[in-house]
C-alpha cells in the first residue's frame, strides 16, 4: 500500500512538473517495483486517473496567471480526445500479448526521449 501511494505521489509530482504521470510514470513503476503486467499496469494507472489528480496543480497554475481560461477550453477538448483514445488504446492493448505490448512501450519512450534531447538542443 505505500509503494503504491508513492508510486501516485511520483506521477503526482512528474505530472505537476511537466504535465506527465500516467504512461510515463505510474506503468512503469508498477512493472518494475510490483511486478505488473504491461497491461495490467496500463489499466491500474488509467483506473487512478479517472479521479481528479490534476485538480491541484491546474488550479495552481491557474492563480499563478500561467493556465488562462483559453487554455483550459482546449485541455476540455484534450479531454474529450484521451477519453475516446483511452478507450481505443485499451481495446487495442487487450489484443496483444505483453511483451509486444512492452515492447511497443519501450519504443513509444524512446521515440520521446529522443524528440526531448533533439528539440532541447
Same mark, same amino acid.
Given at each position: 500500500? &505505500?509503494?503504491?501511494?508513492?508510486?501516485?505521489?511520483?506521477?503526482?509530482?512528474?505530472?505537476?512538473?511537466?504535465?506527465?504521470?500516467?504512461?510515463v510514470v505510474i506503468v512503469p513503476m508498477l512493472a518494475f517495483f510490483m511486478g505488473y503486467s504491461t497491461q495490467q499496469a496500463a489499466a491500474t494507472s488509467l483506473a487512478a486517473l479517472l479521479l481528479p489528480v490534476g485538480a491541484l496543480g491546474v488550479y495552481a497554475y491557474w492563480r499563478a496567471g500561467i493556465l488562462p481560461a483559453s487554455h483550459i477550453m482546449i485541455a476540455l477538448l484534450i479531454a474529450l480526445g484521451l477519453m475516446l483514445g483511452a478507450f481505443a488504446g485499451a481495446k487495442l492493448a487487450i489484443t496483444l500479448s505483453n511483451i509486444w505490448?512492452?515492447?511497443?512501450?519501450? &519504443?513509444?519512450?524512446?521515440?520521446?526521449? &529522443?524528440?526531448?534531447w533533439v528539440k532541447a538542443g
Open positions: 500500500m &505505500i509503494l503504491a501511494v508513492l508510486i501516485g505521489l511520483a506521477a503526482g509530482v512528474a505530472s505537476g512538473l511537466f504535465g506527465i504521470g500516467g504512461g505490448l512492452s515492447r511497443a512501450f519501450a &519504443i513509444f519512450l524512446v521515440l520521446i526521449a &529522443i524528440r526531448m
